[in-house]
Nanobody
Framework: QVQLVESGGGSVQAGGSLRLSCAASGYIGSRTCVGWFRQAPGKEREGVAS????????YYDESVERRFTISRDNGKIAVYLQMDSLKPEDTAMYYCAAGALPCLRADRIVYWGQGTQVTVSS
């Protein structure tokens, strides 16, 4: 059984930065995408960034490209999301997630974390 635990959310002003962390326990194979989704009130959950360990390819939603960076630590089975130049529209609950390709599709996710809130004020 895989468990994903997020940390690092919080409140920040527009233009600021936050770093999210996800610690995973259990077995996650190299063919499993691991990454981040978010859900704002009244909106569907959407893929933000994910990494496919087998190829080390990283995938980003176009709304966060060049602002967010996903990285992983294989030794700790951890995934991180560095979020820079944050905008009010980035406000959402952020979830660590693991699942199958395509990496940014919510319906392909098998495991979800509990979520961590990110709030960006203008």
């Amino acid at each position: 059984q895989v468990q994903l635990v997020e940390s690092g959310g919080g409140s920040v002003q527009a233009g600021g930065s936050l770093r999210l962390s996800c610690a995973a326990s259990g077995y996650i194979g190299s063919r499993t995408c691991v990454g981040w989704f978010r859900q704002a009130p009244g909106k569907e959950r959407e893929g933000v960034a994910s990494v496919y360990p087998r190829t080390s390819n990283a995938y980003y939603d176009e709304s966060v490209e060049r602002r967010f960076t996903i990285s992983r630590d294989n030794g700790k089975i951890a995934v991180y999301l560095q979020m820079d130049s944050l905008k009010p529209e980035d406000t959402a609950m952020y979830y660590c997630a693991a699942g199958a390709l395509p990496c940014l599709r919510a319906d392909r996710i098998v495991y979800w974390g509990q979520g961590t809130q990110v709030t960006v004020s203008s």
